[in-house]
């Protein structure tokens, strides 16, 4: 806040001075509307109303708000209906989703992927295995030759309905996996944004009215929409809900385990152990999410609960993302960059942290990712799948936050801290 008031301050001045100085020179006009801009520029990636603007000066973009408080998203119909930021404070409360500036700036589409950004984007499984839809037949599986399908890419999909607190989308779409099979798949989507007073319904207990807020949910839906039924031999898909935010310094997944130390961290190479801590004796573990590591870490059904989070000790921000688990054991579809790897030996949630990558490509971006997925989707002609996933930020002081924490993740926020 007090960093875009100096900001607008210093814009009012250079307004004024310019005004009058009217025969200070051009070259001094021009030297001072620069500094103004670059001013401006400084405050977009932290503040939700400028990322909204920029959004909107290029591509259509949908906001809602809350009536009851200061929560309010921003929806971009033309890449997947993804929720692409959010703000718990208003217009001038912090952006809390991860925007790629520079490439939406840029409006060209770039090859392998389109990293626009989101914190909630819709994906399809599996990434790997044999019947993955990111490598083409024959395909090593390697950084050159991996390819996100444009259809949950660079397609939009249509708008259906709207209303002040939700936006519906459908999508017609055809994907070929590894093997070479044809998917025909119908695709529904809905995003609500969730009125303050709700939240405490996710959450099970009541927030400090101190306390900023805004909670979201997607609802996916999968359909058969062709001939062949979806099987363990023909390849089943499932729903991937991926959402990004800023990295920082001080920034820390947390994912509570059922079980000991149950966590996948083979995706790019065992992430090193100041980077991933099991806490045995509280059943949970903590990953770096400063996006100078290239890492990826996965928890399977039976190892894990349904949701995990982040703490941003630098801007006091808890991001909790709950999901859909069904109770019955179900397959999951295996993410694993390998065509021998099982193809329902897969992870349920998922939590990735960029870096630069080994092959020497520039790295994507100053983020870090919460995802879930849907079991593996086993459907006749005509039949669907649903997956809900739901992302709630809470932003205030730490003595608010840390009964929120210590419920849901049974740790307090200064062991989190030491984790950073």
């Known amino acids: 806040m007090e960093l875009f008031r100096h900001i ?11 005004l009058a100085a009217c025969g200070t020179g051009q070259q001094q006009r021009q030297q001072q509307q620069q500094q103004a801009n670059q001013q401006q520029s400084i405050s977009r990636p932290e503040n939700f109303g400028a990322d909204v603007a920029f959004l909107q ?7 809602l708000k809350d009536s009851t408080s200061q929560a309010a998203i921003a929806i971009v119909p033309a890449w997947q209906g993804r929720v692409m930021t959010s703000t718990a404070a208003g217009d001038e409360g912090r952006s809390l989703g991860w925007l790629n500036h520079s490439l939406i700036a840029d409006g060209k589409v770039q090859p392998r992927i389109n990293a626009y950004g989101g914190e909630d984007r819709f994906w399809l499984g599996p990434e790997g295995s044999r019947n993955s839809f990111y490598f083409a ?21 249509n708008v259906v309905q709207q209303s002040r607190a939700s936006v519906s989308f459908e999508k017609n779409m055809q994907l070929t996996n590894y093997k070479g099979n044809v998917f025909d798949i119908k695709t529904r989507r809905t995003v609500t944004l969730i009125a303050r007073r709700d939240i405490r319904n996710y959450l099970g207990l009541d927030l400090h009215k101190s306390i900023h807020a805004v909670a979201f949910h997607s609802a996916n839906t999968i359909i058969n929409n062709g001939k062949h039924k979806w099987d363990t031999a023909y390849g089943m898909p499932s729903i991937w809900i991926l959402g990004m935010f800023p990295a920082g310094a001080q920034n820390t997944v947390m994912v509570p385990l059922r079980n000991g130390r149950t966590v996948n961290d083979a995706y790019f190479g065992k992430v090193p152990g100041n980077r991933l801590v099991i806490d045995d004796r509280n059943k949970i573990a903590y990953f770096r999410a400063d996006a100078s ?20 000790a630098e801007h006091k921000v808890l991001t909790i993302v709950q999901f859909t688990l069904p109770r019955n054991p179900q397959r999951y579809v295996n993410a694993a960059w390998d065509p021998s790897a099982a193809p329902f030996g897969g992870d349920v949630l998922n939590a990735y942290n960029d870096g630069p990558p080994a092959e020497g490509q520039p790295q994507l971006g100053r983020f870090f990712e919460l995802e879930s997925s849907s079991p593996a989707a086993s459907l006749k002609p005509g039949a669907s799948l649903e997956h809900y996933h739901r992302t709630i930020h809470l932003q205030g002081e730490e003595k608010r936050l840390g009964p929120v924490v210590k419920k849901l993740f049974g740790v307090t926020l200064a062991e989190i801290m030491k984790q950073g």
């Open 8 to 18: 607008m301050k210093n814009y009012l001045i250079c307004s004024v001075l310019l």
């Open 57 to 63: 000066g290029h591509v259509n973009t949908i906001v």
């Open 137 to 157: 037949p024959g395909d090593t599986f390697d950084l050159s030759r991996w390819q996100v399908p444009a259809p949950i890419d660079t397609e939009p999909f």
């Open 293 to 312: 590591y290239r890492s990826k870490i996965g928890v399977r059904q039976t190892d894990c609960y349904n949701y995990l989070g982040s703490y941003d």
